[in-house]
Each structure stands twice: as C-alpha cells, then as structure tokens.
C-alpha cells in the first residue's frame, strides 16, 4: 500500500469517527479482550521516547483502528485540530454521592446485576458486560444521585474522551431549542436558509426532514468502493494541506453544495452524517454562532461542569457537528439529567420542557427500519428513542458511545466505551437488556 494510500485511509478513519463504518476490526473473529487490549497494557505511548512499535501517530497509522483506538479515543487532540466549547469561569456545581460507604455497597450491588443478552440463553452479569462491550467510563444517575461510577482504558476522572455520533444529538437538541423557542422554522426550506446550497438535494428538504434524517440525498458509506461518498467527505474535511493536483470542495460545507438526491424528502429514515452536518451549517447561520459556540452559550457554561469540551474542525476552522466532539464523563451525566430533568439543571430552567418531550416522544416510527436491534424505535431531532415500557431515548455513537435516559426509573446513563467495530448493533444485544437491567433494579430499591 502506498505512503499517499494509507495516509489517506488513516484520514478518513479519524475524520469518519462518527460514522456507522466497518473497520479492519469487522475482520476479526476474535479480538483481544477488553483486558488485553487495555492501552496501559498494550503500552501505547509509553516512555521518553515510546518504542517505536508502540507510538500512535497521525496520519501515517491508523490511529483509530483496534486496539489503538483504545488510546486514540482520550487523546483525539493529538491528531485533529479542534474548538473550545467553554465552560467559562464559573466554579464547576458538584455532583451529589452517597457517602463513601453506601456508594461501595452500590457499585457491588449493581456489578452483581444479572441480565440475558439478546443473542444468548445465558445469564451475564452487569460488571461482566462493561468487559463485553470494552467499557471506557461509566456513571449511573439516578433520582439526581450518582450510584454508580467507575473508569477503565485510557479513561480516568479527569480526563476527556471522543464520543462520536452522540455529537449529533448535541447538534438536534440545540436545534429543537431553537425551534421551540421561535428562532428556527422547522418547516422552512433549507435553500431559504442557506441559498449557497444551490442545487444541492438538500435545497428542497425542510429543516424538519434535516432533523430527523429523512431527506433524499445521496450518501454512501461503503469502504470497498474506492467511489463510494465517504472518500470524496474525508477528502473536503481534511484538517491537513490538501494536495497541489486536488479538485474537489473544500470543508463539510462545500461538500454539502454538491450532494445529490436519492429517493425522496420525508419518505424514510436513512442514518446519514451529512444531515448533521447540514443540520450544523442551518443553526450557526440562524444563531449567528458556531455549533461550539452555541452549545457553550446554551448549556456548557449553565450546566456547572467541570471541565471545557472540544469539537474538531475541517480545514476551514468549521466544528464537525456530526461526531467531533470530546468531553468529560460526568459532564455528559450533567447533559442527560438536563434532558431527564425536562430542561431544568441546578435549579435553573435552560430551555422550555417542550424541547425534550418533542425529543422523547420519538419520530414516525413507519419511517424507522434496518435496526433490528431496535425494533420498535424512532430518530427524531438526531436523538434515538426506543419506544419501551420506560420512555427511554439515547444520545448514540459508534464503539459503543452513549447518554441513555430512561424517565420511568429516574435513570440517567453514560457510557464511553472502544469496542472494536464501529456498528452499536454488535453492542446491544448486551448493553439495551444490560441497562433495563440495572434501571428496574434501581426502582426495586425504592
């Protein structure tokens, strides 16, 4: 394989973190185990200088391939540029914990939690499957309560970690503020909001269809097709130099003008990265403000938490709203009692309640298909909902990211995670059983 040939490979990987793509990893029968491929076992990046066979650099490796990923995803800022999304000056508001006592007879409570996966007639046990599924952080709220928090990998308390396509429901929710709030027409074309979109397929689609993902556009994924979409995306949102003989657009928004159409606005749901992206350009050009200086302004610096957060850019300096963001764990806590809490955090209200119960209501589920982990579910606003017995809706991205909300028990969930392939259908035969799990073990407390 060529120098040019793999770098570019290993540019896409980084710059398609969010995206529900095959890697190398889909190859492999069998993975190194969670504890085997921990990166502080692994070694990566370890001494003055590493071994050589033990640095991660980009572009020359595939940062984001297994097991490297499992370092790559707490060290994002090392291999892209990105944005500040600040939590100003403010001291951070701490997060209540039962006294150190009942917070351990917790943790041991809910490690023995037990649950049948999906695809097994076996029992696991909940501190089994933070292993299954290469469990990075996890923090437990519930009733405003931390019950339950522990970290692994690369990931300690104060670090930070990349968490994909969950960017893109960080994107909706300020999207459905606006809309809420009276700023953003939903039903608006989104030619009338960008008229630099030209011909594009996205010209004719409302904000709405942007915001659940059913617009007709033209966007494939497939890494075999040396043609395929994907390639012409990585290439436009390259951070880097582009190369003296390359023609195409520059930045996510430029490759946004030229999407073609396939299909037909509003007819189905199809889970495709430009819309957040789209969905990104529409709200910083109503607001007048970068996604990253929008989440900042609306929720960062109101939510008392503890550290900044940071958003990669393309090479034009624009924040990649579909899946660049990287914050801390308790943070995201924060983010989803936000949402748990109906837009009130702190005693304080951020945005109406109406945001999050069009959120939790869900999209058209007869749209909703090829998600057989999810049946009955809906994606509306760029947030997924389940449509089960507790109400729950989760903010989702790839290796295993996730904010799950579940409003029946009170319960709100972060997992970070670096489970080797991409797709979350190979997690959640585990993880949806593994929180419902733990969700009717907390109520049973009561």
């Known amino acids: ?19 529900s793509v095959p890697t190398d990893a889909d190859a492999q029968s069998a993975p190194l185990s969670a504890q085997d491929s921990d990166p502080n076992v ?8 590493p071994p050589e066979d033990k640095i991660i650099t980009q572009p020359d490796s595939v940062y984001f391939s297994f097991p490297r990923l499992r370092w790559s995803v707490c060290h994002l800022r090392e291999f892209l540029p990105t944005k500040e999304i600040s939590r100003g000056l403010g001291a951070p508001i701490p997060l209540i914990y039962p006294s150190p006592s009942d917070f351990a007879d917790m943790r041991a409570e809910i490690d023995a939690v037990t649950f049948t996966p999906q695809n097994s007639n076996e029992e696991m046990t909940w501190e089994e499957s933070l292993y299954a599924n290469y469990t990075d ?24 970690h990349a968490i994909m396509s969950m960017t893109k429901s960080f994107t909706g929710l300020l999207a459905e503020i606006m809309v809420v709030e009276g700023a953003l027409d939903d039903t608006a074309l989104v030619r009338d909001i ?10 004719t689609a409302t904000v709405r269809q942007v915001m659940d993902m059913t617009t007709g556009v033209k966007y494939s994924e497939d890494y075999s097709d040396p043609n395929a979409d994907i390639w012409l995306y990585s290439r436009a949102a390259s951070p880097l130099p582009k190369p003296e003989n390359y023609e195409g657009p520059d930045g996510y928004w430029e490759y946004l003008q030229q999407v073609e159409p396939e299909g037909n606005h509003g007819d189905e749901f ?39 957060a940071y958003q990669t850019v393309d090479g034009t300096g624009v924040p990649f709203a579909g899946g660049g963001i990287t914050a801390g764990l308790r943070d995201l806590a924060r983010l989803g009692h ?13 945005f109406p309640a109406e945001v999050v119960a069009n959120i939790s209501d869900g999209g058209d589920q007869s749209k909703f298909s090829g998600f057989s982990t999810i049946p009955d579910g809906s994606y509306t606003s760029q947030w997924w909902v389940f449509h089960n017995d507790h109400g729950a809706y ?11 909300v579940d409003p029946t028990a009170e319960m709100v969930l972060v997992r970070l995670a670096s489970y080797p392939r991409a797709q979350n259908g190979f997690i959640d035969p585990t993880s949806l059983p593994a929180y419902q799990s733990v969700a009717e073990f907390l109520m049973s407390r009561n």
């Open 394 to 404: 989760a903010a989702r991205g790839v290796h295993g990211q996730t904010i799950y």
């Open 1 to 19: 394989m060529s120098s040019s040939t793999s770098n570019l490979i290993a540019l896409a990987m980084g710059v398609a973190i969010a995206l």
């Open 338 to 350: 936000l949402m748990l809490n109906e837009g009130e955090l702190n005693g304080e209200r951020l």
């Open 270 to 308: 199809h889970y495709k990265t430009i819309n957040s992206d789209m969905l990104g350009w529409i709200i910083s050009r109503v607001s007048g403000k970068a996604v990253t200086e929008l989440a900042a302004e609306r929720l960062w610096r109101r939510m008392g938490v503890e550290q900044d």
């Open 42 to 49: 692994m070694g990566w990046m370890q001494g003055f200088p």
């Open 137 to 160: 952080g996890m923090l437990i709220l519930h009733k405003g309560e931390v019950v339950y928090e522990r970290y692994f990998g690369c990931l300690e308390e104060d670090g930070k």
């Open 194 to 203: 960008i008229p630099e979109i030209g011909d594009s397929a996205f010209a």
